[in-house]
């Protein structure tokens, strides 16, 4: 007998075993949601999101979130935000496509920058998670930027170490050196090979010869031409020694001047070394405020780079990791296709916020996003986010429709308390108040350019208990503590692996004349000295150079001059006797 | 402990059931893709109801489960590879994919994924070859040492558990 393909009587059990797994999805289906929902957005902002309840309602496509707190991933102590409900409108049927598609999320109490009393970030693992790379790839962007010092807190000027290796004019004078006893012994070769003396001595029994001799012996008379003739051509060849040792000569001439130079360019290495602060009133700004700025711009950067990570362009298969479970997680790709609905979609968001949750008065804005996808060339159109108000104007764009990424941010916030700000340079902490700030950024493939900038009427100073005994921080905070006003400017402009910062404030100038009084006696002094470590180790090496130079240069003069003399004083008395004998001949 | 008693009870009841060797291969071979590829997916609620629905043994289905989740882990990399092959390197797979990537229900069974994908395939491959040669080992197990077994004093101690009136509910007819 054969044995029956179904087992008709099972299904009892699986019936009821699907009635289970209703009764469990019933029970659980809020919880586990919410779990998955805290670590899906823990993933991707890279910091804790915190829901206290979640509710699905799959009959009416709603999904209802209250209490939810997403840690900053920047600050430890401090929420990016709050909201006190989330209701979406749902639509049921894209979830069969494992896709969600929200058509509008209502968010209510919406409050942002409220204080944490746990650290929310989690760690940063660049191989683990998106959040990590990013927030990495931000940190070292942000590393680029050098601030210059600004050393106030003790007023006085480091002097670094004078290292003699690293002095230009001790190799020059060596080789200069060098080049004077080489040139000692080719002259000196030259002088010999001029042949000098036998000459001479020829020329000198010519003419004892010549004394005796009659007008009539001619022997006589051609051998005083021909010693005269070899008298010429001594002294040619002494004429062109004589070219080859001036130019020599003025070489080392030249050589000495460049060892003057050298010293000169000494000099200036070791003004080099004066570690003094700067005093030109663009660098105070960098000084002072570029941490604040870059710090304003690595968080901008941060957020636009995580959303292009989740929100790429293009319609190519990619890989995202995939879901953590106790089994390897692989990878989970992506397959877009166009005119296909997109992974995630909220096409509408109404939000209703508040600013300055912690003062008495609250202030209550609405702001509007729309066409927020994790796939936008699918979607075709970029994701807009606007908020309005009297005070606030606050708008972005994230075009990832084609394949050069453009995202667009700018906010201007009026009469909000801003941050103190810590300028440890200084040092003092400024309280701006309640002020203006703004914030434009725009990012255009690897093309960065933005803007931050802050104003107060309101300024508060206060120093830091380390630096009351200083006197430099006791003439600065006089100067700086009369200031109510600030005025702010930072800009980044450039591609993202060479950007350039420029940090301008109402301080600059300020801060430079009371630097420029400060420290301009205490600096002269400092390159004083500096001036006469210099002279101590480089003269000891170039002035026997130059003394061997002008020795030099005496002496071969000289040398040549005495066998031009002898030359000319032996042809001289040749002549004249010959004039005298063919004188006596004539009639 | 609990669970090692329990899978001793199913491979003890498994292989001395009124079940036919085939039936009992056929339950290790769809066991063994619960075991092979994750658990949570939407293609094991298939197999699962396959395992129930078929005569097959269910015993036999628990036990390929329970030997091949091990093997599982073990093979992970070797599916993720699998996977990956087919989900990016095989442009000619990819219109495919992208069909199903947009196809209502599909996605659900996490087929994107290159764990499931790998170990799925890997499954299916390798269910006929397990089919065969679980049958062979059952029927020479049978005629060889399978009585001697049958007549143990533990065997009775096992079968003799509640567990095993729960097992008979689902024996091979």
New interface residues.
């Given amino acids: 007998m054969s ?5 008709w009587r ?2 009892g ?2 019936l009821v ?1 699907l009635l289970i797994g209703g009764v469990l999805w019933w029970l659980l289906a809020d919880r586990i949601a919410r779990r998955s929902a805290e670590k899906i957005g823990t993933a991707i902002v890279g910091a804790k999101v915190e829901i206290q309840s979640l509710h699905i309602d799959l009959a009416n496509g709603d999904v209802t979130i209250r209490g939810l707190t997403v840690a900053s991933p920047h600050e430890a102590l401090k929420n990016l935000f709050q909201a006190d409900e989330l209701v979406a409108d749902i639509d049921v ?1 894209p979830l ?4 969600v598609v929200i058509d509008r999320l209502a968010a209510n109490g919406l409050r942002f920058g409220t204080p944490r009393e746990t650290d929310g970030r989690v760690p940063a693992d660049p191989s683990a998670s998106v959040s990590g790379r990013v927030m990495n790839e931000a940190r070292d962007w942000a590393q680029q930027f050098q601030v210059p010092a600004l050393q106030l807190a003790t007023g006085k000027i480091d002097v670094g170490t004078l290292d003699p290796r690293k002095l230009s004019a001790i190799p020059a004078a060596e080789a200069l050196s060098a080049r004077a006893d080489s040139s000692r012994k080719a002259w000196q070769t030259g002088l010999d090979s001029l042949h000098l003396g036998p000459t001479v001595d020829s020329a000198t029994a010519t003419l004892a010869r010549l004394k005796t001799a009659r007008a009539t012996d001619l022997a006589a008379l051609n051998e005083a031409r021909r010693a005269i003739e070899q008298l010429k051509q001594a002294r040619n060849r002494v004429t062109m020694l004589e070219r080859g040792v001036n130019g020599g000569l003025t070489a080392l001439r030249a050589g000495v001047a460049g060892l003057d130079s050298a010293k000169q360019r000494d000099y200036a290495f070791a003004r080099g070394l004066l570690k003094l602060p700067t005093l030109d009133a663009p660098e105070i700004g960098l000084a002072l405020f570029a941490p604040s700025a870059v710090a304003q711009f690595q968080r901008a950067l941060y957020w636009t780079q995580l959303a292009k990570a989740h929100m790429p362009p293009g319609l190519q ?1 990619r ?1 995202d990791d ?2 953590p ?1 106790r ?9 877009p ?1 166009e005119r ?2 997109p992974g995630f979609l909220l096409r509408t968001a109404e939000l209703s916020f508040l600013l300055d949750p912690t003062a008495p008065q609250p202030k209550r804005y609405a702001g509007r996003l729309t066409g927020l996808t994790s796939d936008p060339a699918v979607y075709g159109r970029p994701t807009l986010f606007d908020a309005s108000a009297p005070a606030v104007t606050a708008g972005a764009m994230l075009d990832h429709v084609h394949a050069t990424a453009r995202d667009t941010a700018g906010a201007t916030i009026q009469g909000v308390k801003l941050s103190p700000m810590h300028l440890p340079s200084l040092p003092m902490t400024l309280d701006p108040g309640q002020g203006t700030t703004q914030l434009g950024f725009a990012l255009r493939g690897d093309t960065i350019r933005a803007r931050w900038a802050i104003r107060s009427t309101h300024v508060q100073w206060s120093r830091d208990s380390a630096a009351q005994g200083s006197t430099g921080a006791d003439l600065l905070w006089r100067t700086l503590s009369g200031i109510t006003d600030l005025q702010v400017d930072a800009g980044v402009t450039g591609t993202l692996s060479q950007p350039r910062l420029v940090v301008r404030s109402n301080l600059d100038d300020a801060i430079a004349a009371r630097l420029r009084t400060m420290l301009g006696e205490e600096a002269a002094v400092a390159e004083r000295k500096l001036r006469a470590e210099v002279d101590r180790q480089v003269d000891p090496a170039i002035a026997p150079v130059r003394a061997r130079v002008t020795t030099l240069q005496t002496d071969v003069t000289k040398r040549l001059a005495d066998q031009r003399a002898r030359l000319d004083q032996a042809q001289k008395d040749l002549e004249a006797r010959l004039r005298e004998l063919t004188r006596i001949r004539l009639p | 402990m609990l669970t090692l008693v329990k899978l001793l009870q199913s491979l003890v009841k498994a292989l001395h059931s009124e079940g036919t060797p085939g039936q009992l291969a056929a339950g290790i071979a769809l066991g063994s893709i619960l075991g092979l590829t994750p658990l949570v997916s939407l293609h094991n609620a298939v197999i699962f109801a396959l395992i129930v629905m078929l005569n097959v043994s269910f015993a036999g289905a628990l036990l390929g489960w329970a030997v091949f989740i091990p093997v599982g882990f073990l093979l992970d990399p070797l599916f993720d590879h699998i996977g990956h092959q087919l989900l990016m390197h095989m442009p000619a797979l990819t219109p495919l994919w992208t069909a199903m990537y947009n196809m209502p229900v599909v996605p659900l069974t996490n087929f994107n994924n290159t764990v499931t994908l790998g170990s799925l395939v890997f499954s299916a491959v390798f269910f006929l070859p397990f089919f065969f040669l679980f049958r062979w080992g059952v029927t020479r197990y049978r005629a060889t040492i399978g009585e001697r077994v049958r007549q143990s004093k533990w065997y009775r101690a096992v079968t003799a558990s509640k567990l095993y009136n729960v097992y008979r509910l689902f024996k091979p007819e």
């Fill in positions: 044995a029956r393909i179904f087992r099972a299904i059990p699986l075993f049927v069969l496509e494992k896709k298969p890989a995939g879901p479970r089994r390897r997680s692989g990878s989970t790709v992506r397959f296709r296909a609905l």
